[in-house]
Nanobody
Framework: QVQLVESGGGLVQAGGSLRLSCAASGRTFKNYAMRWFRQAPGKERAFVATISWTSGTTYYVNSVKGRFTISRDNANNTMYLQMNNLKPEDTAVYYC??????????WGQGTQVTVSS
């Protein structure tokens, strides 16, 4: 049974930093696309960043490029999102997602990030 558990959210002032973690378990994630999404109040869930579990190739939505860094630790089955220079518009619940090559997706429960101005 695949389980994704996010942690590291919290309240931070604008310009501050947070590092989110996603602990993955239940199977090997070779060839999976690991992704971070976020959902702001009153808005749909939106893609933030992705990393290939195997190759480490990354991609970011334009609004976080240069501020956020996605990474993974294969040995510990953990994915990270380092968020620097946070802005109030980054306030959202952040979700970890694992997507198999066949398109089967798994989600974590989410972690709240609140950025005060």
């Amino acid at each position: 049974q695949v389980q994704l558990v996010e942690s590291g959210g919290g309240l931070v002032q604008a310009g501050g930093s947070l590092r989110l973690s996603c602990a993955a378990s239940g199977r090997t994630f070779k060839n999976y696309a690991m992704r971070w999404f976020r959902q702001a109040p009153g808005k749909e869930r939106a893609f933030v960043a992705t990393i290939s579990w195997t190759s480490g190739t990354t991609y970011y939505v334009n609004s976080v490029k240069g501020r956020f860094t996605i990474s993974r630790d294969n040995a510990n089955n953990t994915m990270y999102l380092q968020m620097n220079n946070l802005k109030p518009e980054d306030t959202a619940v952040y979700y970890c997602n694992a997507n198999s090559p066949s398109g089967v997706g798994y989600w974590g429960q989410g972690t709240q990030v609140t950025v005060s101005s």
